[in-house]
Every structure is written in structure tokens, then in C-alpha cells.
Nanobody
């Protein structure tokens, strides 16, 4: 069993930055592909970013390319999402997900085995 706990959300002005963290329990983190997703009120959950188990492969949804960076520290069992140049439309609950087998391809399609509880990000204009 893997538990994922997100942190780092908050209220920020447009143009500002936040760094989200997702801490994972369990021994499978270093072999798991990880992803970040978000869900705004009234919208479906959408894929934001994914990273392979080694960190060598990343993928992003088009709307965040050049602004967000996903990274991981396998020694700390943590995945990060650095969010720069934030826009009001980035406002959402952000979730991390983990997939214990398979890579970015599956994470990008929401095929995660484990999910966190989410952290709220609010960007004011």
C-alpha cells in the first residue's frame, strides 16, 4: 500500500510561483511513475505533468509547458511540481498519482494505482 500526501498549495497572485510536494510512503516509490493532476470546480480532473521512475522522462499538458516543472527525489520519496508564472486559470485542487508498473504513458491517461487527497491552489488576478 502506498500513501501520497500533497503539500505546498495556497493563495498566490497572478505571475507568482508555488512549489507543490507529494510525499510517498512505501518501498515502491523509486520504481513508480508519478504524475500531477488538477480539478477545478465544475470541471473534470485533467492531467498536468508526469515523470518516469528514474526522472529521465517527463511530459506536460500544453497549457503548462514552459511554466511548470515536475521533478523527483527518490532518496526522499518525493515528487515536486514547480509552478511559475501562475495564471488564474491554474486555480484548482492539485492531486498527485502513482503508478507502480508502466511509465508516463499510463500516468498521462490517469491510470494511477494510488492517489493523494489533494492540495488547493488559488491564483488571484
Amino acid at each position: 500500500q502506498v500513501q501520497l500526501v500533497e503539500s505546498g498549495g495556497g493563495l498566490v497572485q497572478a505571475g507568482g510561483s508555488l512549489r507543490l510536494s507529494c510525499a510517498a510512503s512505501g518501498r515502491t516509490f523509486s520504481s513508480s511513475a508519478m504524475g500531477w493532476f488538477r480539478q477545478a470546480p465544475g470541471n473534470e480532473r485533467e492531467f498536468v505533468a508526469a515523470i518516469s521512475s528514474s526522472g529521465g522522462t517527463t511530459d506536460y499538458t500544453d497549457s503548462v509547458k514552459g511554466r511548470f516543472t515536475i521533478s523527483r527525489d527518490n532518496a526522499k520519496n518525493t515528487v515536486y511540481l514547480q509552478m511559475n508564472s501562475l495564471k488564474p486559470e491554474d486555480t484548482a485542487v492539485y492531486y498527485c498519482g502513482a503508478r507502480s508498473a508502466g511509465g508516463v504513458y499510463y500516468v498521462k491517461r490517469h491510470a494511477c494505482d494510488y492517489w493523494g487527497q489533494g492540495t488547493q491552489v488559488t491564483v488571484s488576478s
